[in-house]
């Protein structure tokens, strides 16, 4: 029972309200250290130049992630390039604030430092911890380690032309160049509209749209020529002669009937043009996968009877030939490639094989010395062999559970 302090004279008890609460003592940093070793037990001990393995690393990195403690990454980041004379390193080193030094680094490190070695995946992944550590030096010392997020700028939204209004900008731009081709040359012959719309490629309606843009232009400069023309508009041209007023009639005379022939002939070609033939675009034939057409390929595997057993049958797509025995019935088959792309399978079938050259035979009690020269490459022995055996009229392309797949070329 804990001893209570003697009250002095004249003094009152405290009230229980305002008594300390006993709480739980604090441990300082040198007996946390303490205690995590009485648990962990000491500091891993390596041979020099021994090779730690897998299991080995992994306990010994435990161990300094719970037993080490957070200055001691720069310590052993420090000894470790002080030990290898990177002092350039070194430098950088001090520049990093604390939260991006990487602990999983420095617990290797200070494997290596006490003489152990570690693999080359291990050493590898060192060194680019450390070089990512580099690149952030030089950062505030307050800086938490956490990127802020940068706050996204929304996209500009630009006012869609429409179909109408494009058409409209590009009949405006054609209509600018012709009045800058006036203001330069004048009403000049040298100027031709035909010749300019069919370098623009424009089409009949849009060349429409130009006439129809010069028509009254056109109107009033041949009411100026004539007797009948009102005092108030001759008035703005009174500095002009009566040959420059007949010029300027001509002039967009020509203008809007050329443009009207423009048209007109435009029309016509495309209406006389040959009507585009639609190629047909063929399809692509979609490659099957080995694995997928031997989905419902049945075979015999292995023939311990006769001690055969099949090759894989995933070697058959493409190959030029082939050699098949019915274990059953003791019938061999040949089956030729039909052309360079080799034989193919469906579904049990084998397919795009020369039905001329292809055979079949019955081998009955030679099977074993047939077969024996098959497994052996020798071709031309096999043909003298068999060259006196009555081939079979009908080839059966199927194969099934006693097919032995002998050979494949």
């Given at each position: 029972m804990a001893r209570q302090r003697r009250l002095k004279p004249n003094e009152a008890e405290p009230s229980r309200a305002f008594k300390k609460r006993a709480g739980k003592a604090r441990l300082s940093r040198s007996e946390a250290y303490l205690a995590n070793i009485k648990y962990m037990g000491e500091e891993p001990e390596f041979l020099v130049g021994e090779t730690l393995n897998d299991n080995q690393?992994?306990?010994?990195?435990?161990?300094?992630?719970?037993?080490?403690?957070?200055?001691?990454?720069?310590?052993?980041?420090?000894?470790?390039?002080?030990?290898?004379?990177?002092?350039?390193?070194?430098?950088?080193?001090?520049e990093v604030p604390d939260p991006w030094l990487p602990q999983t680094a420095a617990w290797i490190a200070r494997v290596m430092s006490r003489g152990a070695e570690v693999s080359t995946r291990t050493y590898e992944f060192f060194q680019r911890s450390l070089t990512d550590c580099f690149k952030h030096a030089g950062r505030s010392a307050d800086d938490?380690?956490?990127?802020?997020?940068?706050?996204?700028?929304?996209?500009?939204?630009?006012?869609?032309?429409?179909?109408?209004?494009?058409?409209?900008?590009?009949?405006?731009?054609?209509?600018?160049?012709?009045?800058?081709?006036?203001?330069?040359?004048?009403?000049?012959?040298?100027?031709?509209?035909?010749?300019?719309?069919?370098?623009?490629?424009?089409?009949?309606?849009?060349?429409?749209?130009?006439?129809?843009?010069?028509?009254?232009?056109?109107?009033?400069?041949?009411?100026?020529?004539?007797?009948?023309?009102?005092?108030?508009?001759?008035?703005?041209?009174?500095?002009?002669?009566?040959?420059?007023?007949?010029?300027?009639?001509?002039?967009?005379?020509?203008?809007?009937?050329?443009?009207?022939?423009?048209?007109?002939?435009?029309?016509?070609?495309?209406?006389?043009?040959?009507?585009?033939?639609?190629?047909?675009?063929?399809?692509?034939?979609?490659?099957?996968?080995?694995?997928?057409?031997?989905?419902?390929?049945?075979?015999?595997?292995?023939?311990?009877?006769?001690?055969?057993a099949s090759v894989s049958p995933m070697k058959i797509v493409g190959a030029q030939q082939l050699f098949v025995l019915n274990t059953k019935y003791n019938n061999l088959t040949v089956f030729n490639a039909i052309d360079r792309g080799g034989l193919d399978i469906h579904r049990s079938s084998i397919t795009k094989y020369n039905e001329e050259t292809s055979f079949s035979i019955k081998v009955g009690r030679k099977w074993e010395s047939i077969t024996k020269l098959v497994l052996e490459g020798k071709l031309k022995a096999f043909e003298k062999a068999v060259a006196d055996i009555t081939r079979k009229p009908e080839i059966k392309q199927r194969v099934n559970e006693n097919t032995i797949i002998l050979k494949v070329v």
């Open positions: 690393l992994g306990r010994t990195l435990n161990w300094y992630a719970g037993v080490a403690e957070r200055k001691d990454i720069r310590a052993y980041l420090e000894t470790y390039l002080k030990e290898h004379k990177r002092f350039g390193d070194l430098q950088s080193l001090k938490d380690g956490i990127e802020k997020p940068t706050e996204k700028r929304k996209p500009v939204e630009h006012a869609r032309l429409s179909i109408q209004d494009a058409m409209q900008a590009k009949v405006s731009d054609f209509i600018a160049g012709i009045e800058l081709a006036i203001d330069a040359e004048g009403w000049a012959d040298s100027i031709s509209i035909y010749d300019e719309l069919k370098k623009a490629d424009f089409p009949p309606m849009l060349a429409s749209r130009v006439g129809a843009y010069y028509a009254p232009v056109a109107e009033e400069a041949a009411l100026l020529i004539t007797a009948r023309c009102p005092e108030d508009l001759l008035e703005g041209y009174r500095h002009y002669t009566k040959s420059q007023l007949a010029a300027r009639s001509a002039f967009y005379k020509r203008l809007v009937s050329e443009t009207d022939r423009y048209a007109g002939n435009k029309r016509a070609l495309k209406e006389t043009a040959a009507p585009k033939q639609r190629v047909k675009r063929q399809r692509k034939v979609k490659v099957q996968a080995p694995d997928k057409k031997l989905k419902n390929f049945v075979y015999e595997r292995e023939n311990a009877e006769k001690k055969l």
